[in-house]
């Protein structure tokens, strides 16, 4: 693909001042005046090239039609969906370090205050309802921070080393054992060595499927 050239790269960016501000976006002749640009057939030209470049669409049934590609509104963040997490029985993962490097052609775009700036933050869609009574059900999203230490108490995702498996728990360093805890009444604890544990995460937040 052809770089941009700086006349490109500005309407780009004032098509984004704009619609940001004013809720709608720029006509052609906005673009001329706000770019300094000499006329309308120059402004169309480059849109062509933009369009053609995947940077945005136009309608040209709508007088003000253009719409941004692959652009991230202010005030939100894109967070990469990882895959499922078992929150019942564990379901196995290929690798100890999935959560962390794997690849997502899925992704989130969601507000600024729910991860409020954290770094590192995932997303993992719930398989289970051994969360349910810490208002976690089957289908939820859990918002991730990638940590591989957790206070007692926190919900977090635990790989176990010897099962291969990765499970969504409340975690507890009891002595010489760790308790991964469900919120659900009807299940029990799993209860295992502490180097048979491997922090994958800690859930920041929860997108409740209605």
Not at 33 to 53: M, P
Not at 75 to 103: E, F, H, M, R
Not at 152 to 179: C, D, P, S
Request: hydrophobic share 35%; glycine share 6%.
């Amino acid at each position: 693909m052809k770089p941009l050239s700086p006349r490109q790269r500005r309407i780009l960016e004032f098509i984004d001042t704009f619609t940001e501000e004013k809720g709608y976006s720029p006509s052609i002749r906005d673009i001329v005046n706000g770019c300094a640009i000499s006329s309308t057939s120059v402004v169309d030209y480059n849109l062509r090239i933009l369009e053609r470049q995947h940077h945005l669409r136009r309608d040209p049934e709508v007088s003000r039609g253009i719409v941004r590609l692959g652009k991230v509104p202010r005030g939100k963040v894109t967070v990469p969906v990882l895959g499922q997490i078992a929150a019942g029985q564990p379901i196995p993962v290929p690798q100890a370090d999935t959560w962390s490097t794997a690849q997502s052609a899925e992704q989130l775009e969601l507000p600024q205050d729910l991860t409020k700036g954290r770094a590192d933050v995932y997303a993992l869609r719930v398989k289970g309802t051994s969360m349910i009574d810490a208002l976690i059900n089957d289908g939820d999203v859990v918002l991730m921070q990638a940590a591989n230490t957790a206070d007692n108490g926190e919900m977090v995702a635990v790989w176990l080393k010897q099962e291969q498996e990765v499970t969504l728990k409340k975690f507890y360093h009891e002595g010489k054992r760790i308790r991964l805890q469900p919120a659900n009444s009807q299940m029990k604890p799993i209860y295992t060595a502490p180097d048979n544990v491997e922090i994958q995460g800690k859930v920041v937040g929860v997108m409740r499927q209605l």
